[in-house]
């Protein structure tokens, strides 16, 4: 009996054991993912990206490493110390690595417009090991889309994905070369929607580990479809610090569908210089709450002023969308098709108003193409910012003498309160009257101590401190 009770005991604490245990990894393991047959199934879609450039016009010594392009994008140029060369010798090359995603199967790749951007050549490599050289059929700095052609058929591609569907909370995704560790698998959760960190883009923000070299990979849902392009973080150390951003694949495809079609994108304007509505604004006007872009000014004869359109009108809907922060107007305005009618409701003095506009087409300034803007918010000691000058109108509209006008704040300028539509008048108590003589100024700077900019935004004039490449 005795050994028959301890037998006994022995298979009913195996049992419970066995149920114990059972149990716990159920617990532990409710409802977690498996992404094992989506990467499977998505995966040799994604490809690696290699460019290389030459380096020109650059003497001896170490090449400008670029820090705040190296914290806000991510296909990171490896440069090399260029080396004094005889007439058959290489010329030296900065190298860059990234990654993209194929969405026909006749070659058609999507990346990052400054995973490409600049480079003498740029090779594709499947995960099968077959390498390509890429021609780039068009490239858009402005929402940082570029896309590429290689010499394939039949290749793998992928599924576009609703963004309306996602929702933050989210499972997502994300496949790239980080680092050039190629087909390396990352994942997380969306963070927040509708994240307005650029011009014309609400980024998707995720906590999914993105580093350099996973710059034009895709962000994919749990169906497998692609919902983004990896494209942004938010960094104080160079690497991942738990915020990414990825371009919506919605408005990816619009610039990609343009650049396929002609290689370029056409935007709409219509000569507003806007800014937030504060909670303060909307109470002082009556506004039910704070939604809408405020008018700061009006362009002289831009499409706004002959649609009637006044300083200090709200835009409260484009074309039947409403507008509910400021920077939602420039990426309707800029989707709209030049040429075509569009309605304005604007709320002036306690009442709405609706009016016509004919869009224009966006024009870049005479000598600031998209490339200068790009260069020039580089050259400007890393602070992040986009500028143009101002032109004689401008100036006698906004009663300054000099002064350059701000058309995008990134990173240390975003983070200082900087914001399209505002006017630098000074630097450092010097004041500056051409974006030449402010690249001057900041390149002289010391990158270690906080620059003092006098800034003008409608007509409130203030002092802001900004550090370069911080």
Same mark, same amino acid.
């Given at each position: 009996? &005795?050994?028959?009770?301890?037998? #006994?005991?022995?298979?009913?604490?195996?049992?419970?054991?066995?149920?114990?245990?059972?149990?716990?990894?159920?617990? =532990?393991?409710?409802?977690?993912?498996? /992404? #094992?047959?989506?990467?499977?199934?998505?995966?040799?879609?994604?490809?690696?990206?290699?460019?290389? +450039?030459?380096?020109?016009?650059?003497?001896?010594?170490?090449?400008?490493?670029?820090?705040?392009?190296?914290?806000?994008? /991510?296909?990171?140029?490896?440069?090399?110390?260029?080396?004094?060369?005889?007439?058959?010798?290489?010329?030296?090359?900065?190298?860059?690595?990234?990654?993209? /995603?194929?969405?026909?199967?006749?070659?058609?790749?999507?990346t990052n417009a400054h995973v490409v951007e600049g480079a003498d050549e740029v090779i594709v490599t499947l995960t099968d090991k077959r +390498?390509?050289?890429?021609?780039?059929?068009?490239?858009?700095?402005?929402?940082?889309?570029?896309?590429?052609?290689?010499?394939?058929?039949?290749?793998?591609?992928?599924?576009?994905?609703?963004?309306?569907?996602?929702?933050?909370?989210? !499972?997502?995704?994300?496949? @790239?070369?980080?680092? @050039?560790?190629?087909?390396?698998?990352?994942?997380?959760?969306?963070?927040?929607?509708a994240r307005d960190t650029g011009e014309f883009l609400p980024f998707i923000q995720t906590d999914v580990a993105i580093n350099p070299g996973?710059?034009?990979?895709?962000?994919?849902?749990?169906?497998?479809?692609?919902?983004?392009?990896?494209?942004?973080?938010?960094? =104080?150390?160079?690497?991942?610090?738990?915020?990414? /951003?990825?371009?919506?694949?919605?408005?990816?495809?619009?610039?990609?569908?343009?650049?396929?079609?002609?290689? &370029?994108? *056409?935007?709409?304007?219509? @000569?507003?210089?806007?800014?937030?509505?504060?909670?303060?604004?909307?109470?002082?006007?009556?506004?039910?709450?704070?939604?809408?872009? !405020?008018?700061?000014?009006?362009?002289?004869?831009?499409?706004?002023?002959?649609? @009637?359109? +006044?300083?200090?009108?709200?835009?409260?809907?484009?074309?039947?969308? #409403?507008?509910?922060?400021? #920077?939602?107007?420039?990426?309707?305005?800029?989707?709209?098709?030049?040429?075509?009618?569009?309605?304005?409701?604007?709320?002036?003095?306690?009442?709405?108003?609706?009016?016509? *506009?004919?869009?224009?087409?966006? &024009?870049?300034?005479?000598?600031?193409?998209?490339?200068?803007?790009?260069?020039?918010?580089?050259?400007?000691g890393g602070l992040g910012l986009i500028l143009s000058d101002l032109t004689e109108s401008q100036r006698k509209e906004l009663r300054v003498?000099?002064?350059?006008?701000?058309?995008?704040?990134?990173?240390?300028?975003?983070?200082?309160?900087?914001?399209?539509?505002?006017?630098?008048?000074?630097?450092?108590?010097?004041?500056?009257?051409?974006?030449?003589?402010? =690249?001057?100024?900041?390149?002289?700077?010391?990158?270690?101590?906080?620059?003092?900019?006098?800034?003008?935004?409608?007509?409130?004039?203030?002092? *802001?401190?900004?550090?370069?490449?911080?």
């Amino acid at each position: 009996m &005795k050994s028959i009770a301890v037998r #006994t005991g022995l298979a009913t604490l195996a049992v419970a054991l066995s149920l114990i245990q059972g149990g716990a990894a159920h617990a =532990q393991n409710p409802n977690l993912p498996d /992404f #094992t047959e989506l990467v499977e199934r998505v995966g040799p879609a994604v490809v690696n990206i290699r460019t290389s +450039e030459r380096v020109r016009g650059m003497p001896g010594g170490e090449m400008d490493p670029q820090m705040q392009e190296f914290l806000r994008r /991510f296909g990171l140029p490896g440069g090399r110390r260029p080396q004094p060369r005889g007439e058959d010798d290489e010329a030296p090359q900065r190298r860059g690595v990234g990654s993209g /995603f194929i969405l026909a199967a006749d070659g058609v790749v999507l990346t990052n417009a400054h995973v490409v951007e600049g480079a003498d050549e740029v090779i594709v490599t499947l995960t099968d090991k077959r +390498e390509f050289r890429a021609k780039v059929s068009g490239l858009d700095r402005r929402t940082d889309v570029a896309v590429l052609k290689i010499d394939a058929q039949g290749l793998p591609s992928v599924r576009l994905g609703d963004v309306n569907r996602l929702k933050v909370g989210e !499972w997502v995704l994300a496949i @790239g070369s980080p680092f @050039g560790f190629e087909s390396t698998v990352t994942a997380g959760i969306v963070s927040a929607k509708a994240r307005d960190t650029g011009e014309f883009l609400p980024f998707i923000q995720t906590d999914v580990a993105i580093n350099p070299g996973n710059s034009g990979g895709p962000l994919l849902n749990m169906r497998g479809e692609v919902v983004g392009i990896n494209s942004q973080i938010y960094s =104080q150390s160079g690497g991942f610090m738990g915020i990414s /951003f990825a371009i919506p694949i919605d408005e990816a495809m619009r610039v990609a569908d343009q650049l396929r079609a002609s290689g &370029k994108v *056409v935007r709409g304007r219509i @000569g507003v210089a806007i800014g937030p509505v504060t909670k303060e604004v909307a109470d002082a006007m009556g506004l039910a709450k704070p939604q809408g872009a !405020w008018v700061s000014s009006v362009e002289a004869g831009s499409p706004a002023e002959k649609a @009637g359109v +006044e300083g200090g009108d709200v835009i409260l809907k484009f074309d039947g969308k #409403t507008i509910e922060r400021s #920077t939602d107007l420039p990426r309707l305005v800029g989707a709209a098709r030049p040429g075509s009618k569009a309605q304005l409701q604007v709320f002036r003095r306690g009442a709405s108003k609706d009016l016509s *506009v004919t869009v224009a087409e966006l &024009k870049e300034s005479p000598g600031r193409g998209q490339a200068d803007a790009s260069e020039a918010a580089r050259a400007a000691g890393g602070l992040g910012l986009i500028l143009s000058d101002l032109t004689e109108s401008q100036r006698k509209e906004l009663r300054v003498r000099g002064g350059i006008r701000i058309d995008g704040a990134e990173g240390p300028a975003a983070r200082a309160g900087l914001r399209e539509g505002d006017v630098i008048l000074s630097v450092e108590n010097t004041e500056i009257s051409s974006v030449k003589q402010f =690249q001057s100024l900041v390149s002289k700077a010391d990158r270690n101590k906080v620059l003092s900019l006098v800034v003008r935004r409608g007509d409130v004039t203030s002092f *802001v401190l900004i550090r370069p490449g911080k």
